[in-house]
């Protein structure tokens, strides 16, 4: 505890003596601001939030993606059905008309802004992250219109995991091939392009597109896990016959059925 207390009081009090230099509230000085805008451009990356996520402090930005890996992974280790488990297909239910026509229209829609999104990433506002919910988004609007079964088939579980993976790999290996390059990890290596364009900002529509895959696949397979747990516990004393001494007993193992 001692030692925890004085890494603290260490921290706290660097980030007190870096708060004294920050520039004034509303002011004209942005040194950091201005530093990451010229940045920007040099590489010929439009959207300035791209730049610092894909090029400037890349390193940090494969720290945030690899923290969403990690809770999909976990939570498909800690959720995963065991031998003593029983799944139960749902059953279909009723869904509004209005509901399913609104939703069924809208799916494409959200998809199509989804890809749009993570595609532009390096040019306008949004990007692998945002892109990639609204991508894990738009496949689920399939389970509101129809039912959870007609979601199950365009989402195999297994491949969506598989992309996970994927998007998580493709960012480290863009990151080693800068190694092979002769630069640092991460580093933008790669030709600008033409300022403006799909091609433009090196390798920052690379890492934004291997993001965009890593979160959709992550989602949809967070979201996957947690469909799957309508859990249902029976005690033991409750399922015994007539005639049975009935003690009280530890829950049995769970019977799980999706909802």
Known sequence: MWVLVLGGLGVAALLFAASLDLPEFGGDRHPYGARAVEAALARHTANTVAAVNFDQRAFDTLGEESILF??????????????????????PARVAPPVR???????????????????????????????GV???TALHLLYIAVDYRALERIRPVGLYATADAAGEAAYLLLGAAGLIAGTAYLTNFLPYGTFGTLASGGTAPLLNAAVGVEVAGGVVVLLASFLDQAVEIEDAAERAGPGETRHPAPPSPSEEKPT
């Open 134 to 136: 609204v991508v894990a």
């Open 101 to 131: 026509r609104y939703a069924l229209v809208a799916l494409p829609v959200t998809l199509l802004i989804g890809l749009y999104v993570v595609a532009h990433g390096q040019l306008s506002p949004g990007g692998g992250f945002q892109g």
């Open 70 to 91: 990690c809770a999909a992974l976990g939570t498909v280790v800690l959720l995963r059905q065991t031998r003593d488990e029983h799944r139960v297909r749902p059953e």
